[in-house]
């Protein structure tokens, strides 16, 4: 039997469609609550940023629903009461970091989505380093304790172009702790850095709790292509646990 996907606020149609690669996509709500055991993944889908008040922040320029967040926020707690597989795109990876305890950039001054750009992939053994992606978000998530950074953008970002609650000097840490923090040799050039600067986050992983989100669009590309082959291995692996030979 085909597994049986939740999708949340499927609204253009796009995100069941990429994620019904999985199994079989289900969008009535209340067919989840009322029967979540039957479920092998919950995802959430893109839109309004997250509001800052789920992360203890305030708002510094971020555009909220705080009706979907707690569509979304009821959403999960049935996922994390039946220890759900949850994965997300766009505002959908954001909610779920925040959920983990992580925090966000609410806004890249130099921007960063709006068009197609390259992500790099942060572990050794990864077979496929470097793809194309696509986004059209602002924010940037930064990721708590047990979060694991799996794609990066190939810019990097002064820090001092992020707007965070707490300037600067709250943002250090944070960074930090996320692994978003680079000095001395830029990776991607190697040529000598002059001052810190911080990757973009683009994927990650919370672990033990079977999540896996990127902030790119993959339902936006060719379904072959290699950026959307790599999210849908990514979510067998971290949400269904199959081997990357078992899912090939």
């Known amino acids: ?28 709500r209340d067919l989840y609550l009322h029967r979540p055991q039957d479920f092998s993944l919950v995802c959430f889908t893109g839109g309004e940023d997250v509001s800052p008040c789920l992360y203890g922040h305030k708002n510094l320029g971020s555009h909220n629903s705080p009706r979907r967040d707690d569509t979304e ?15 997300g795109i766009c505002r959908g990876s954001q909610f779920l970091n925040v959920m983990m305890g992580g925090t966000m950039v609410q806004h890249l001054e130099k921007g960063h989505g709006g068009g197609r750009h390259i992500m790099q992939t942060t572990q050794p053994d990864d077979d496929i380093r470097d793809m194309e992606v696509t986004s059209s978000h602002h ?30 000097e709250a943002l250090f840490p944070a960074l930090d702790a996320s692994g978003n923090l680079q000095t001395g040799t830029h990776p991607q050039t190697g040529v000598p850095m ?55």
């Not at 926020?73 to 994965?87: C, F, H, N, R, S």
Request: proline fraction near 4%; charged fraction near 25%.
């Open 139 to 168: 924010q940037m998530s930064v990721l708590g304790d047990g979060g694991v950074l799996l794609g990066v953008s190939e810019k990097s970002i002064d820090p001092d172009a992020m707007v965070y609650d707490g300037g600067v």
């Open 73 to 87: 926020q009821e959403v999960y707690d049935v996922a994390t009461k039946w220890k759900i597989p949850l994965t």
């Open 1 to 28: 039997m085909d597994r049986l996907i939740y999708v949340e606020n499927d609204y253009d149609g796009r995100y069941g469609k990429f994620w019904g690669e999985l199994g079989e996509v289900i969008r009535d």
């Open 194 to 248: 002059k001052h810190t600067v911080s990757v973009i986050t683009e994927a990650f992983a919370y672990p033990k709790a079977n999540i896996f989100a990127v902030q790119h669009h993959p339902e936006w590309q060719d379904i072959n292509g290699v950026a959307p082959q790599w999210v849908l291995n990514m979510i067998r692996t971290h949400c269904f646990e199959e081997s990357m030979e078992a899912a090939s």
